[in-house]
């Protein structure tokens, strides 16, 4: 089952190029662990301070080891600075529809 560590988060007014910086940073870390796929940001082009990050995991356990590491909450921290909001979400792929299939 492929389970998806989320967040969303809104960045602090001009501080954009900060939360991106550390949050790649932390997301080179997040690649290192067993289990991890690959993560990515993405921004709201209508409202260019929130973005949405997504990482594929291939069970909840490696990513609840991932999370449970003690380095976690000091890297997540070094983001979090830059931000006024953040909600973070653990999903579960229930549908997927590859490109091209028949409708």
């Known amino acids: 089952m492929t389970v998806y560590s989320s967040g969303r988060w809104h960045a ?3 501080e954009e190029d ?3 910086q550390e949050w790649t ?5 997040l690649s290192t662990f067993e289990g991890a796929g ?3 940001l993405t921004r709201d082009v209508s409202d260019p301070g929130r973005y949405l990050s997504f990482a594929d995991w291939t069970s909840i356990e490696a990513m609840h080891a991932w999370k ?3 380095e976690f909450p000091a890297r997540m ?8 909001e953040f ?3 653990e999903l579960e792929l229930v549908v ?7 409708a």
């Open 12 to 14: 602090k007014e001009g």
């Open 18 to 20: 900060a939360f991106v």
């Open 25 to 29: 940073e932390f997301a080179r870390w």
């Open 38 to 40: 690959t993560p990515r």
């Open 68 to 70: 449970s590491h003690p």
């Open 77 to 84: 921290s070094r983001v979090r600075q830059h931000t006024s």
């Open 87 to 89: 909600q973070p979400e």
């Open 96 to 102: 997927e529809i590859e490109a091209g299939a028949p």
